[in-house]
């Protein structure tokens, strides 16, 4: 009966996860299709802790599990809702690698319990679980840390040849535990387990920051593979299908992404490699004149002008400007400025970064231009204001085969009258490379924090 | 070789489980407009957390004296816990912005 009752809970729990994943799909059902996935995990939880009774015992240590749970959930739910806007990409990061932690954990206990009763396929699974999980660990700490600003690039010559004798010997150590006979020799394994741990950092440390977010989004696929290969040992089908689906669910979001920067996979997992040298050497070479305008100058022309673009970007997030870029935009707007907002992408530091900071600033939908119709309309524009955005407007990536970022869309500002280029220094930007679009004799630059920066610009444009 | 064929034989029913998600998880991603990657992503993140049943699992079933597995499983509770809640959490909060947006949209409609 029991069983029954906890089978159809876990049925419940497998279904909400594929129907909320469906609603996070579309804008309009998202918010609730988060809510029918925790509804589904809350139910296949507490199934799980009162109706679980493998050999017909209940679970023991119900009261030390809570516990832990409170104590999770505490800490879960504090540092999410205390997070700002802009550290959300490494939020998700940090929550992917305690899933990866937590599958390693539970595969280093599984093995050494195995004795009893042990196929090939159940070690198998194991292993595979563990070196998954540790993999995606240490690698989301890494993301974590470049987000945060506190790694940086590290790439040695023949780093690819290192990763790939660290993969190898993980593989023998696993051959060598399963081809045996029975016994798990503890030095084998620890060093597997090492060297998984090892292999997730020499796996992410290399990647460029700004290519992060697909590294996230591949790191959450393979949490999403230990996860199943646990549900596969337990033989528990909510863990497995909640597992495979998001293992299919984050390949696909992550060849998504990349598609969204014109890259291949390969391409952000290898390519990075070599291109920090050269670019820091093209950064010396060509700093040619570029012009500031003053912010009365600038308010003049935004406010004298038919159509303004803005264009955000992560110096616009750093600073946290979204409601004071609203504020300038609907002055504009009342003054009978046509205003609208060009959103890359991959501007920010996530896909959709940008989407969901103007949103949080009351930025109307309709003003929101994705590339193509904003590529459209910078023709017939007058002034574009670039907020802290670099890379994304940066021409090299359509005339610059050298450039690392060669073959990404951008955003064709240089088609309108006027850029106005806000940044905080003429430093390049995330991805280490030069813009040229600075020196071109249509921008001008304000030098700035974006914040104070669009305040000025706000009390300068009222004057008008 | 005959060890993978009974293998298979035994585990059926999980293999199509398996085969079919990886579909229906394909299916389910492949239309979804840029802007809702992020959510996306982390509502997915926060799906993989249900690991936790299995961290669960491993501490219900150690024996009152294993420190050891105790140890390990009571950490693996917390780690999937956080997992669980603080994706689910932070996805919330990233959608909630985009349902205020979405709001004063259509008021905006209605009262043209």
Known sequence: ?464 | METLLSFIHNNLELLYVVILSIFLGIEVISRVPSVLHTPLMSGANAIHGVIIIGSIIVMGEAAADNYVVLTLGFIAVIVGTINVVGGFVVTDRMLEMFKTGKDKASKQTKDN
């Open chain 1, 1 to 464: 009966m029991q069983a029954s009752i906890l089978a159809i809970c876990y049925l419940i729990g497998s279904v909400s996860f594929i129907i909320g994943l469906k609603m996070l799909s579309h804008p309009a059902t998202a918010r609730r299709g988060n809510l029918v996935s925790t509804a589904g995990m809350g139910v296949a939880i507490l199934g799980t802790l009162f109706l679980y009774q493998p050999g017909g015992t209940a679970l023991h240590n119900i009261p030390w599990i809570v516990g832990a749970m409170i104590i999770g959930s505490i800490i879960g739910a504090v540092s999410a809702r205390k997070v700002k806007m802009t550290a959300m990409p490494e939020m998700v990061s940090m929550f992917n690698g305690m899933g990866g932690l937590c599958a390693a954990l539970i595969s280093v206990v599984e093995l050494g319990r195995i004795a009893q009763d042990h196929s090939d396929m159940h070690v198998l699974t194991i292993l595979a679980g563990m070196v998954i999980g540790s993999v995606s660990f240490t690698g989301s700490m890494i993301a974590y840390g470049k987000l945060r600003g506190k790694i940086k690039d590290h790439a040695f010559r023949g780093q690819h040849l290192v990763n790939l004798l660290v993969l190898a010997l993980i593989i023998v150590a696993g051959a060598i535990i399963i081809c045996g006979d029975g016994s798990v020799p503890a030095v084998i394994f620890f060093s597997m387990l090492g060297l998984s741990v090892v292999y997730g950092i020499l796996f992410v440390l290399p990647i460029g920051g700004a290519d992060m977010p697909v590294v996230i989004s591949l790191l959450n696929s393979f949490t999403g593979i230990a996860t199943a290969c646990a549900g596969f040992l337990y033989n528990n089908q909510v863990m497995l299908t909640g597992g495979i689906l998001v293992g299919s669910a984050g390949a696909i979001l992550t060849i998504l992404m990349c598609k969204a920067m014109n890259r291949s996979l390969m391409n952000v997992l290898i390519g990075s490699f070599g291109n920090t040298g050269a670019a820091s050497a093209h950064s010396t070479g060509e700093q040619g004149a570029y012009k500031e305008i003053s912010l009365s100058d600038a308010a003049m022309v935004m406010g004298y002008a038919h159509k303004v673009m803005i264009v955000p970007g992560y110096g616009l997030a750093v600073a946290q400007a979204q409601h004071v870029c609203h504020d300038l935009g609907k002055l504009l707007q009342k003054n009978g400025v046509e205003v609208k907002y060009a959103i890359h992408p991959v501007a920010g530091r996530m896909p959709g970064h940008m989407n969901v900071l103007l949103a949080e600033a009351d930025v109307s939908y309709d003003d929101l231009l994705e590339l193509e119709p904003a590529n459209e309309q910078f023709g017939s524009t007058d002034v574009v204001l670039i907020l802290g955005a670099n890379d994304v407007v940066n021409p090299a990536a359509q005339d610059d085969p050298s450039s690392p970022i060669y073959g990404m869309p951008i955003l064709e500002v240089g088609k309108a009258k006027l850029v106005i280029v806000n940044k905080r220094s003429m430093r390049p930007g995330y991805a280490g490379i030069e813009n040229g679009l600075f020196f071109k004799p249509n921008t001008s630059m304000v030098f700035g924090d974006a914040k104070t920066v669009l305040q000025e610009l706000v009390n300068l444009v009222k004057e008008l």
